[in-house]
């Protein structure tokens, strides 16, 4: 099962031109990730259209997709799924989603987020977002019969930054062996369940793509690439992830989603680059 | 090991599906509309085909029949065996929309059928069930006559005047 996630950036703004072409590009990357790239599950933020729309016209290739059920009509982040997969929505926000997914070998639960940018909110409200994406996890794995989740999105933090590592927030961490191994961190006599979170080893220059978004906002403390659209994995299902599959994309069909300067082509595509991987289901 | 009692051949006696039968149809319309007009078969799981629905004050007699009913009744296995219920079928629903007009959507008919895949059944539109003379309702029984049916479907004037339009838009 290949999952993609990005952060489009499209914004409906009547009879924009260059939007609208915009659009017209991002859905044709979709396109092309579903019919050769065979993405299965496909979560996207910042897309204020109709994904049935698009489902429909994906449909002529022969891939049938639907578009995952809201409760929250302001849900910022909307997941399309090949119609095999039964897909179960546990709970849902304006921040975020959860989704149970059966397949034939068994079940995950995927979160999809898109949490508060900097820009619109301070560390204190970013927290409170994170600690109620957090209870209700434990709420919904009451409700299912396993502990496979994977959370995937536009989390607004690096995996350094604060609600990504504590263990009041998403408690993940680098190094896959010990999230295997432990499961769980007792902090202050609590035992405190912990992630995954592969993002890390795209940190640095030592590869290609820098992040997979770039602002140069100045300031006192500049990192200009950023590394905001990330996977973190439960310990459950981690001999499912297919770690060298794990991508930040920046091709798609033969068209680069960098620009000439190689940042990302927030002229042509977002400002954000898809983040792609491989979950074995054969492992579930 | 065990020797395998499973009478089973991939290659052996493969029937087209009813859904790609249409599928391949879906793409011809792309392709001679240039993407304009879009047919699509999805899975369905509405309600599919008519019968009586229990609401209100119906559904509660019903509740109260079966509270003062008989106290004894024939338990049939049979029920219990086989695909025979509905859960089990396989449901889609056949539309047009186009690109131009992403909200509309012309649902042209349902299609079901089990894994043994005919007796398929069909509920059509009524406009283009009374164009070609079928009840709008109603099963086919081999893949000769689902294409047969289908071919009078896709070539009446009904949709030919709902795709034209749509081209245009």
Redesign the interface.
């Known amino acids: 099962m290949n999952i993609l996630f990005w952060n489009t950036d499209l914004k409906k703004n009547g009879s924009d031109e260059r939007e609208d072409d915009r659009k017209l590009n991002i859905d044709k990357c979709i396109e092309y990730f579903i019919n050769n790239r065979e993405c299965d599950i496909v979560i996207l933020a910042e897309y204020p259209y109709d994904l049935n729309h698009l489902c429909n016209k994906i449909s002529v290739s022969g891939n049938s997709f639907k578009v995952g059920k809201k409760v929250n009509e302001k849900c910022r982040v909307e997941i399309m799924y090949r119609s095999k997969y039964p897909l179960e929505l546990l709970a849902d926000d304006r921040y975020y989603f959860i989704n149970n997914i059966r397949t034939a070998s068994g079940e995950l639960a995927i979160a999809g987020v898109h949490l508060p940018s900097k820009r619109e909110a301070t560390l204190e409200d970013q927290k409170a977002v994170v600690s109620y994406l957090v209870n209700d996890l434990q709420d919904v794995k009451e409700r299912v019969d396993h502990n496979r989740f994977i959370i995937t999105g536009d989390f607004n933090e690096d995996p350094f930054e604060i609600n990504m590592i504590s263990s009041v927030g998403f408690h993940s961490i680098a190094i896959a062996d010990i999230v295997q191994k432990k499961k769980e961190r007792n902090v202050y006599y609590r035992e405190n369940e912990i992630f995954y979170n592969p993002m890390w080893n795209f940190l640095g220059d030592f590869n290609k793509p820098l992040g997979t978004c770039y602002y140069d906002k100045g300031g006192a403390v500049n990192l200009y690439w950023y590394i905001y659209d990330q996977v973190l994995l439960s310990a459950d299902i981690l001999q499912c992830f297919d770690k060298d599959s794990l991508e930040i994309v920046t091709e798609c069909g033969g068209k680069r989603l960098l620009s000439e300067k190689g940042l990302p082509d927030r002229k042509n595509y977002s400002d954000h680059l898809p983040v792609l991987f491989h979950i074995k289901e054969s492992e579930l | 090991m065990s020797t395998g009692m499973w009478n089973f051949e991939p290659d052996k006696g493969i029937q087209e599906l009813p859904r790609d039968i249409v ?1 391949e149809q ?2 011809i319309l ?1 392709d001679i509309t240039q ?1 304009k007009v ?1 047919a ?4 369905y799981d509405g309600n599919y085909k008519s019968q009586m629905v229990l609401t209100g004050l119906g559904a509660v007699q019903k509740g109260l029949d079966m509270l003062s009913g008989p106290m004894e009744k024939k338990f049939d296995i049979q029920e219990e065996l086989g695909d025979g219920t509905d859960d089990s079928k396989l449901v889609y629903e056949f539309f047009l ?1 186009a ?1 131009n007009a ?2 509309y959507k012309y649902r042209i008919c349902f299609i079901y059928y089990g894994v043994l895949l005919y007796p398929a059944g069909i509920s059509l539109q009524k406009d283009i069930a009374e164009e070609i003379g079928s009840e709008t309702e109603f099963f086919v029984g081999d893949e000769n006559e689902f294409k047969k049916i289908l071919s009078l479907i896709l070539g009446s004037k009904t949709l030919s005047v709902i795709i034209n339009n749509l081209y245009k838009l």
């Not at chain 2, 699509?40 to 899975?43: D, K, V």
């Open positions: 599928q879906c793409k792309s993407g879009i699509r078969i999805a899975e929309t690109d992403p909200r």
